[in-house]
């Protein structure tokens, strides 16, 4: 099983949730999530040809926090344009070479949905921004086929089948357990009255871009959330 979670975001027309499974499927991926999905016929698409199985088991999430909870590298698929992006810029022609350095742990490719993308805070939430290419004129893409041409791009690695081969490395951390380490984080700045010009929602973005290029292990995120824990202890 690969582990490459796709997750779709607000996604409207069931017949491209459908399109996008079909892709999934015919490149070996399985594990779909939707976000927020239009109800209640988000499962029912004639496109999803072969992929009635992924349709099925696709998973509801209610916001995107809780799609990205058990991940350890998020990539979030926009077109850029119009956007001030803050984090590290992925074209898809590399993508399999940015893959090579993330974490240890599942990855998951956020794709927002058909008529506007993903917004601000979706893209701030994940780790990376992944681009694809196209003309200036042209820059945005069909949410069906910006899926089939990332899974496409990730099927030509030799080791496709084996993204992430357990037991190489410390266990990486998971979103959920970023997050908990971020809000414990937080809170020492707050009671310490550390003093920036960030907004608690910005700070926890800045922490959320320093751990996704630092390739923490699950223990030594544990440390600092008991150090920063035990500062704040002590603090009034």
């Avoid at 601000?120 to 949410?143: A, H, M, W, Y």
């Amino acid at each position: 099983m690969n582990p490459v979670t796709i997750v779709l975001v607000r996604p409207r027309d069931p017949n491209n949730i459908g399109a996008c499974a079909r892709a999934m499927g015919n490149f070996g991926l399985s594990d779909l999530r939707v976000v927020d999905p239009y109800e209640p016929v988000w499962r029912e698409s004639v496109s999803a040809v072969g992929a009635g199985d992924i349709m099925r088991q696709a998973i509801k999430c209610a916001t995107l926090d809780e799609a990205l909870q058990d991940t350890s590298f998020s990539l979030a698929a926009t077109a850029i344009k119009n956007r001030e992006i803050k984090q590290e810029i992925v074209p898809l022609p590399v993508l399999n070479e940015r893959l090579q350095t993330a974490p240890q742990g599942r990855v998951a490719l956020v794709f927002g949905n058909e008529k506007s993308g993903l917004s601000g805070e979706d893209i701030e939430r994940c780790d990376v921004v992944l681009n694809i290419p196209t003309v200036s004129k042209q820059p945005s893409i069909n949410l069906a086929q910006a899926v089939i041409l990332t899974c496409y791009e990730l099927s030509r690695r030799p080791d496709f089948k084996a993204i992430r081969r357990p037991g190489k490395a410390p266990a990486s951390p998971t979103d959920a357990q970023k997050e908990i380490f971020i809000s414990s984080a937080d809170v020492l700045f707050e009671k310490s009255g550390f003093k920036t010009d960030f907004s608690s929602a910005q700070r926890k973005a800045l922490l959320r871009h320093m751990l996704s290029r630092q390739g923490l292990s699950r223990e030594q995120l544990f440390f600092l959330k008991k150090w920063a824990d035990k500062l704040a202890d002590k603090l009034p």
